[in-house]
């Protein structure tokens, strides 16, 4: 099993930009399916994007399509979510997700909070 602390999360004003970090500790990262997830006030949980083991599958959500880039670095034990033209609602707690294709553990991150306001 891995840990996951996302990172990143902040304020930032409608149009802008934030990139969220998901660092994984433990061995076997490289064989996780990975993926973001947010949860906004008085709603349930949703899916975001997601990426393969090998980084060369990636799938989104229709919200964050065109807007939205996850990416990871097995060598640094990290997947990413680049946030562009950020909108009001977006905002929301964003959490990383994992799968490992080996044992079929999961884990959970505790999440980070993405506010998007003027």
């Known amino acids: 099993q891995v840990q996951l602390v996302e990172s990143g999360g902040g304020l930032v004003q409608p149009g802008g930009s934030l990139r969220l970090s998901c660092a994984a500790s433990g061995s076997g990262f490289g064989r996780y399916v990975m993926a973001w997830y947010r949860q906004a006030p008085g709603h349930q949980r949703e899916y975001v994007a997601s990426?393969?083991?090998?980084?060369?599958?990636?799938k989104y959500a229709d919200s964050a399509k065109g807007r939205f880039t996850i990416s990871r670095d097995n060598a640094m034990n990290m997947v990413a979510l680049q946030m562009n033209n950020l909108q009001p609602e977006d905002t929301a707690v964003y959490f990383c997700?994992?799968?490992?294709?080996?044992?079929?553990?999961?884990?959970w991150g505790k999440g980070t909070l993405v506010t998007v306001s003027t």
């Open positions: 990426i393969n083991w090998s980084g060369e599958i990636t």
């Open positions: 997700w994992g799968k490992s294709g080996i044992d079929q553990e999961e884990s």
